[in-house]
């Protein structure tokens, strides 16, 4: 599971990076949050679901791998 950020929708309030820090990271650059891992087993899944839920402008996206490679 690939996860996508829309730099251009995110708030950087940072609920993403409280309930994943291992996915994502606010960078001190462009005010939006970055995607720092990918979501490599079932644990790092429900947390990438779980930022997918709490972000208030919905601008994460969960892509499964298998979509980006056909
Ligand atoms: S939860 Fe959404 S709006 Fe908030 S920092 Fe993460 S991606 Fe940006």
Redesign the pocket.
Known sequence: MRVV???S?????????A?APEL?D?GDDDG??HVVGEASDEALREKARG?ER???????RLVMQDVLQS
């Open positions: 950020v829309d730099t929708l995110c708030e950087a309030h940072g609920e993403c990076v309930v994502f606010l939006a949050v930022a709490v972000c208030p402008v919905g601008a994460i």
